[in-house]
């Protein structure tokens, strides 16, 4: 069954949210998303006490993908506004279909037959409203709870935090022309954060807080080989031991879980069964996102890097068979 048939299929069930912690791990694991128990806590609260979720952390650690993930687990809709600077209103929670308006203005003028206050009434009906995907998400055709995803919210600006704040609490947003809309069923929200800028208190204040922080080696392998299930087993550890490596040298930009894939997805591309230096030099570019980072880890460097991170798969190793 594809993931369309299976949203279909779930959708078409009783929404029933997870009775335990347990059952959300289950459900996200189900969806390919390695969670532990400290995450699952506040997912499962967040759900139960029905408050956002605020996720920070670098980027490329997952934290998108859990949105992704609780949507297809729970079978609901994922609705996501993606932020960006000069954001506003317009783009996240409605907008007068103008074009529209203006057509039906003509066609009133047309008729001969214009009352100033009806046709003002009218001009700013529901038909004329074009919901973004704030107002999307509390839309009372929803039949079910969707989950909203408002991503990277520290690349908005400050005073769009705003508009968030009568969501946030009561779930609800006022449209001065049509009154106040409510949800019927209130959206599992997940706010994610890079931390390129602090975000106010009053938004913070509104949600659960959670850190998505850089998996440790053995989640980090984990989440390879559940992604990446065809990979051999000794490439996966060795790319996953060269990233924790890597991680602990000084870089701009310090490769996440998302670029761990990539490369690992590149590597198998080039038909690789093990790791090597040249081979590490010429797709340093799937891990690396800055040319000073490329320069200051190529060659000599690389090397090291990769004689210690063999060190560490074997302290590694010799754990697990403990």
């Not at 994610?192 to 850190?211: G, I, Q």
């Not at 870089?251 to 670029?259: A, D, H, S």
Request: aromatic letters at 6%; one cysteine or more; glycine letters at 4%.
């Amino acid at each position: 069954m594809n993931t369309a048939d299976k949203m279909s299929s779930k959708s078409s069930d009783k929404y029933q949210a997870p009775k335990s912690i347990e059952d959300v791990q289950k459900m996200l694991r189900d969806e390919v998303y390695v969670s532990d128990r400290a995450l699952a806590v506040p997912i499962f609260l967040a759900m139960k006490l029905q408050r956002p979720l605020f996720l920070e952390g670098e980027a490329g650690v997952g934290k998108t993908e859990i949105a992704r993930a609780l949507s297809a687990g729970l079978g609901t809709k994922l609705i996501r506004l993606q932020c960006y600077e000069g954001l506003d209103i317009n783009q996240s929670v409605y907008e007068w279909n103008h074009a529209r308006q203006i057509l039906e203005i003509r066609l009133m003028e047309a008729s001969g037959d214009v009352d100033r206050d009806s046709a003002t009434a009218d001009l700013y009906s529901e038909k004329f409203l074009i919901k973004r995907p704030l107002l999307q998400a509390i839309d009372e055709a929803q039949e079910r709870p969707p989950v909203l995803l408002i991503d990277e919210l520290d690349r908005s600006d400050e005073e769009f935090e705003g508009f968030l704040l009568e969501l946030l609490s009561d779930y609800q947003i006022t449209i001065p022309e049509l009154g106040t809309y409510k949800a019927t069923h209130p959206p599992i929200v997940i706010i994610t954060s890079n931390r390129t800028r602090e975000v106010h208190d009053a938004l913070k204040r509104r949600c659960l807080y959670y850190w998505v922080d850089y998996p440790d080696y053995q989640k980090e392998l984990q989440i390879i080989s559940a992604r990446l299930p065809d990979a051999p087993r000794k490439l996966a550890e060795q790319v996953t031991a060269f990233i924790q490596e890597m991680r602990e040298t000084e870089l701009f930009k310090i490769p996440g879980v998302t670029e761990t894939l990539d490369w690992l997805s590149a590597l198998l591309a080039l038909n690789q069964t093990e790791l090597d230096p040249a081979v590490i030099d010429d797709t340093l570019g799937m891990m690396l996102k800055y040319q000073d980072d490329i320069d200051s880890v190529k060659g000599d460097p690389v090397r090291d890097m990769l004689e210690r991170s063999k060190n560490r798969g074997i302290r590694r190793g010799g754990r697990r068979r403990g």
